[in-house]
T-cell receptor
Framework: DVKVTQSSRYLVKRTGEKVFLECVQD?????MFWYRQDPGLGLRLIYF???????EKGDIPEGYSVSREKKERFSLILESASTNQTSMYLC?????????????FGDGTRLSIL | KQEVTQIPAALSVPEGENLVLNCSFT??????LQWFRQDPGKGLTSLLL???SQREQTSGRLNASLDKSSGRSTLYIAASQPGDSATYLC??????????WGAGTKLIIKP
């Protein structure tokens, strides 16, 4: 079974802090994704990556950056956390597209910015 | 721009009833449509995937239909059980292989 592990289930940080959310997958997937999920809005794509050291902006990249130094790990960085970044963050991975490949999700990190 | 809508946002039904969850999308140029389940505080689990050329898919008590021309999909749950209580999300995959998500329907099955 594919396992996508997000390092923290719950995280509380202060405004202005630099925040790192980590995601690791164990199935050698090329694609990795970061979403945020807010009530009434569904999932929105922040960034994704098709390979090591590659990154692409999603629909809402402002205020975020990402790092993919190793294939199995995709980090989301909040450069200077703000209260409007309080949300549930979901990481997903999939095999490289060439046709549809299902995305496998981690359990999420619920981040609160005070 | 593709938009995906799920109505209602919440639904509560007695155990044993059959029920239908709805998903609509604005652009019929989709690659596929998927239904996911999310338990409280958890990630997402894929339930059913319907390719754009298909009309329906079935898995156990679940049946998903797709009508691309009208921009609609339904998820039918037969003989509902309390364990079916969760949030159900639909997502369409566009030609860029990105997923566009509905906001979900929170389903509560009352014992």
């Amino acid at each position: 079974d594919v396992k996508v592990t997000q390092s923290s289930r719950y995280l509380v940080k202060r405004t202005g802090e630099k925040v790192f959310l980590e995601c690791v997958q164990d199935m050698d997937h090329e694609n990795m994704f970061w979403y945020r999920q807010d009530p009434g809005l569904g999932l929105r794509l922040i960034y994704f990556s098709y390979d090591v050291k590659m990154k692409e902006k999603g629909d809402i990249p402002e205020g975020y950056s990402v790092s993919r130094e190793k294939k199995e790990r995709f980090s989301l960085i909040l450069e200077s956390a703000s209260t409007n970044q309080t949300s549930m963050y979901l990481c997903a991975s999939s095999l490289k597209t060439g046709g549809y490949q299902p995305q496998h999700f981690g359990d999420g990190t619920r981040l609160s910015i005070l | 721009k593709q938009e995906v809508t799920q109505i209602p946002a919440a639904l509560s039904v007695p155990e044993g009833e059959n029920l239908v969850l709805n998903c609509s999308f604005t652009d019929s140029a989709i690659y596929n449509l998927q239904w996911f389940r999310q338990d409280p505080g958890k990630g997402l689990t894929s339930l059913l995937l319907i390719q754009s050329s298909q009309r329906e898919q079935t898995s156990g008590r679940l049946n998903a239909s797709l009508d691309k021309s009208s921009g609609r999909s339904t998820l039918y749950i037969a003989a509902s059980q309390p364990g079916d209580s969760a949030t159900y999300l639909c997502a369409v995959q566009d030609s860029n292989y990105q997923l566009i998500w509905g906001a979900g329907t929170k389903l509560i099955i009352k014992p």
